[in-house]
């Protein structure tokens, strides 16, 4: 018989194993193992699908406060208010809640969501559909004519650029300004997904043209808006990392 001890085994049942088992020699073996035993957690990047209360969006940037609380962006059209529990789309692991949200007018689109739960892993980066990783250093508001991707849960990556830097759009009977433009193509689903050049973050989606399907170069005649994220990381004093 053969007994396998961990690290962070409780000393008291660590003694009494090796008690027994120098009570019977030959019949029972210790072997310490030089690793402790924990759960493994899920990585949340930008782009993966996130659900809350029915509802299927995209997970934006990860961001922090001064004091190193962790904060996912999404858009606020996806849950009004707060409270509301988000977990991963694809395998039901619990995020945070919801703790602030903007919809409407001057709100334009965005929620914050505190991923404090020890079963999740928020990082900096954001996951393209081909399994590319592109970390996040740094961000900027947007300018006429920058090239530009957009990630989301429900379609392929889609590049374009920005077309308008504000604007003021009425999407479903809501009026949201200060918003920004560009020629990507998007789907449902991938709404809070984020906007991003290179290594910098620009947008959170919200709507626009009402697209069936996107493919990795749909540019063009589409028309879908975005909340600039330096806005929400402003106001809510956060950055990202």
């Avoid at 990795?216 to 950055?239: C, E, I, K, W």
């Amino acid at each position: 018989m053969s007994v396998e001890i961990f690290d962070g085994a409780p000393a008291d049942g660590r003694a009494r194993i090796e008690k027994v088992a120098a009570a019977h020699p030959g019949a029972v073996r210790v072997d310490r193992i030089r690793s402790g035993l924990k759960f493994k957690v899920t990585d949340l990047r930008g782009g993966n699908g996130i659900t809350s209360e029915g509802w299927l969006c995209s997970a934006g940037f990860n961001t922090k406060n001064s004091s190193g609380t962790i904060y996912t962006l999404t858009a606020g059209h996806c849950v009004r208010g707060t409270g509301n529990e988000w977990r991963m789309d694809w395998n039901n692991a619990r995020i945070g809640n919801q703790t602030a949200y903007g919809f409407g007018g001057t709100g334009g689109d965005w929620a914050t969501v505190k991923a404090d739960d020890p079963g999740i892993n928020p990082l900096g980066t954001v996951r393209y559909w081909g399994g590319i990783y592109k970390q996040i250093d740094n961000s900027a508001w947007p300018t006429v004519g920058v090239d530009m991707d957009r990630v989301g849960v429900s379609s392929e990556d889609t590049t374009g650029y920005v077309t308008s830097e504000v604007v003021t759009v009425t999407i479903d009977g809501v009026q949201l300004e200060q918003m920004f433009e560009s020629n990507v193509c998007a789907l449902g689903g991938d709404s809070g997904g984020p906007a991003l050049r290179g290594t910098t973050a620009l947008g959170l989606l919200s709507g626009g043209t009402d697209e069936t399907v996107c493919n990795s170069d749909s540019s063009g005649t589409y028309r879908n808006y975005f909340m600039p994220v330096q806005r929400v990381l402003n106001a809510r004093g956060l950055h990202v990392y």
